[in-house]
């Protein structure tokens, strides 16, 4: 009986070496264990497998992250300026030449500062009678596009001057004459707005000296060429409202 006993424990040490290295019987499962030291593994295999990022998908990535645009040169939008800038650039040199051709214009039409007028004496025995003391003062300031001037002192008795802006040839009216010995029984007359008027004409000056020969003095009135009708009308006018009509008293003819 114990022999049997002992062969018994002896066999059955010999059957579980059977099984265990038996290569017909059916392999056992390993254990469901959550081996840790795997997945580190795992882990490095995917970061090996995986391709890397490009330099410009990180830079976006970056971006993305942070809200901000990527501030280098070669990777910003071109920069898009406002339309009223645009306008502002565009009008502001329109403006400008507006502005110099304004100024041009109104310092053409600026007034300028004319030299005093220097005018000779001329025989006036009349000038300080009362018939020029009327008529001076009543005179205009402009006759057409001419202004009165300013005479050198001491000036000649009862005359007057008038000029345009930029100067030349002045207008001169005298009053107080002595009758012109041009002036004769057949000589032409003009009569201007009521006033008889006798011509002298001057070649050389290009200019023509009017006489008022109807009044109780001569008045002269030497216009330049080119004066237009407007100053010996607008004189015309002075006289025949200052100074009263009287027959004329032409010189005898000459021989």
């Known amino acids: 009986m114990a022999a049997d006993s002992s062969d018994r424990d002896s066999a059955e040490p010999e059957h579980e070496r059977t ?20 997945r580190p593994q795992a882990a490095d295999s995917d970061a090996r497998t ?3 990022l490009s330099k410009s998908e990180d830079s976006a990535k ?18 898009q300026y406002p339309p009223a800038l645009i306008a ?8 400008l030449v507006v502005a110099v051709l304004v ?3 109104l310092a053409h039409r600026a007034p300028v500062e004319r030299e005093p007028l220097v005018l000779g004496p001329v025989p006036a025995p009349a000038a300080e009678g009362p018939a020029c003391a009327a008529l001076l003062p009543a005179l205009p300031a402009e006759l057409g596009d001419f202004t009165k001037s300013t005479l050198v002192e001491p000036a000649p008795p009862a005359t007057r001057a008038w000029q345009r802006a930029d100067g030349g040839d002045a207008i001169v009216l005298r009053c107080g004459l002595d009758r012109p010995l041009e002036f004769n029984r057949a000589s032409p007359l003009q009569i201007v707005n009521g006033v008889q008027w006798f011509e002298v004409r001057d070649q050389a000056a290009k200019a023509s ?5 109807d009044r109780g003095t ?9 004066s237009g009708p407007t100053p010996l009308q607008e004189v015309s006018d002075t006289i025949t409202a200052n100074l009263p009509a009287q027959p004329i008293d032409p010189g005898p003819l000459p021989n």
Do not use: I, M, Q
């Open 62 to 79: 970056a971006d993305t992250d942070t809200g901000e645009p990527d501030s280098r040169p070669a990777s910003s939008p071109a920069h």
């Open 88 to 95: 502002t650039a565009v009008a502001l040199p329109v403006v």
């Open 218 to 226: 001569y008045v002269a009135l030497t216009v330049p060429d080119g």
């Open 209 to 213: 000296t009017w006489f008022a020969v």
């Open 19 to 38: 099984d265990a290295t038996d290569p017909g019987s059916a392999p056992k499962e390993p254990a469901a264990t959550d081996n840790a030291s795997d």
């Open 50 to 52: 995986t391709p890397s």
């Open 103 to 105: 100024a041009a214009v």
